[in-house]
C-alpha cells in the first residue's frame, strides 16, 4: 500500500506542475489578447513570440511526460521540435504575406492567432487534453476578437470558466486515481 501512494505521487506532482503550465499559457494568451486591445502591432510581434514560447512549455510539459513513460525524451523533442519548426515556418509565412500587402497587420495577426490555436491542438493530441483546450480557447477568442469590439471580456470570461473547469477536472481524476490505488 505504501508502494502505491508514493507511485501516485509524482502522478500528482504532474498533475499539479502540468495545471500550473496550462494556467500560465492561459494567462500568456489572455495577455497577448490585452495587448492586442491596445496595439493590433504589438499584438501581432507578441503572437509571433509566443509560438517560441508554447513550443518550449510544450517540450517541457513532454519532458516531465517521458520520465514516468517508456517514451525517449530525444524522439520527443525531435517531434516537437519539428512540429514547432513546421508551425514557426507557416507563421513567418503569413507574417511575409503580411509585409506584401496581402494582409491587413489585423488579419495577420488573427491567421497567426489561429495557426498557433491549430498548432497547439494538434501538439495536445500528443501531450493531453489540457493543450487541447489551450488551442480550442485561442481559435474561439479569435472568432471572439472577430466580432466583439470588447473582446477582452469576453475572452477573460471564457479563461476563467476553462481554469476553473480544469481545476475540478483535475480535482475529480486524482480523487478517482487515488480511490483506484486503494
Known amino acids: 500500500m505504501q508502494d502505491d501512494q508514493e507511485e501516485s505521487l509524482p502522478l500528482i506532482r504532474h498533475f499539479g506542475l502540468e495545471q500550473a503550465i496550462f494556467i500560465l499559457m492561459l494567462l500568456l494568451s489572455l495577455f497577448g489578447m490585452t495587448i492586442t486591445d491596445f496595439s493590433r502591432h504589438d499584438g ?3 503572437w509571433l513570440f509566443m509560438v517560441l514560447v508554447f513550443s518550449l512549455l510544450s517540450i517541457f510539459v513532454s519532458w516531465l511526460q517521458s520520465k514516468s513513460s517508456e517514451n525517449d525524451f530525444g524522439n520527443i523533442v525531435k517531434d516537437q521540435a519539428s512540429h514547432w519548426l513546421l508551425t ?3 507563421v513567418v509565412s503569413a507574417f511575409l504575406v503580411q509585409k506584401s500587402g496581402q ?3 489585423s488579419s495577420a495577426e488573427l491567421v497567426i492567432l ?5 498548432a497547439t491542438m494538434l501538439d495536445g493530441r500528443r501531450i493531453g487534453w489540457q493543450f487541447i483546450l489551450i488551442g480550442f480557447y485561442l481559435a474561439a477568442c479569435t472568432v471572439i476578437i472577430s466580432f466583439v469590439d470588447a473582446f477582452i471580456w469576453a475572452c477573460s470570461g471564457l479563461g476563467v470558466l476553462i481554469i476553473i473547469g480544469t481545476f475540478l477536472w483535475n480535482r475529480w481524476v486524482i480523487k478517482h486515481h487515488q480511490n483506484d490505488v486503494n
Do not use: K
Open 103 to 105: 494582409l491587413s497587420e
Open 88 to 90: 514557426l515556418v507557416v
Open 44 to 46: 501581432y510581434v507578441y
Open 114 to 118: 489561429l495557426l498557433l490555436s491549430m
